[in-house]
């Protein structure tokens, strides 16, 4: 079976790309992507270290955002890429590569779309605004990407309850744990297909069954528990698993 070849771009310490490579280990011949690539603007990102460490090329690209689209671009089509995720990626990407990879490319992000989103509020500064806004529930988001930062259309939300005397560090630490369920298993979708983007900018089929499938993510309980509350909420196309997203 051949299966869409993934890129991951990351800014960071890399945590979601690792959540993604355990995940896709755990469901062995079952994943629905390769994680073959690993790019970064910042030569220094754990994110590059975890890829090294997992045998998958890690490469470091220029920051400048003109020659980031050429020479990412130039990547991209060197190593076949189908697909690529940001994760924790700073950079906003190039409209030529937003554009060649429409339905093929996502994002996640930590808070609620689109009230918490847009430039500058990535990281700390997204928490810090949910915290200011005194909302009672973030969450991460994960979305398809456009040419605008935080835009593209919403796939999959998981609600995170803010709690009393939070601060930045707590509520990041909570959606971070969210987010490395729920990112795995929406690249998962949206590799095989489950979960594409139509025409219209609308997608193909909800994540989740229904508003009401997911519980609010709980911290008390634990990952084992919360991702079969996840899979449960998802129901899988119960058509062939071949992915749908074309392949070079
Ligand atoms: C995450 O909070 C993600 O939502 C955001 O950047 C952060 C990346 O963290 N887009 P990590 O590098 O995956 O640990």
Redesign the pocket.
Known sequence: MTRPRIAVL??????????LLDHFKQLGDARAGDIVLVASDRPDA??LRRARAANIRAVTIISSFTALGDELDAILERHSIDIIV????LQLVSADITRLYVGRML????APLPDFGGSGM??KRAHRAVLASGVRMSG?TVHFVDEIYDHGAVIAHWPVPVREGDDEQTL?ER??RA?HLLFPRVVQAVAAGDVSLRADGRLSRPFFRDDAALPPFDPALDDATLGRQLDAAHVERATNSESQIPIR
């Not at 940001?86 to 990626?89: E, K, N, P, T, Y």
């Open positions: 990351a800014s960071g310490g890399g945590s979601n790309l690792q959540a754990g994110a940001l994760a924790g990626f994002n996640v992000h930590p990535y990281g991460p990041a959606v971070l987010e």
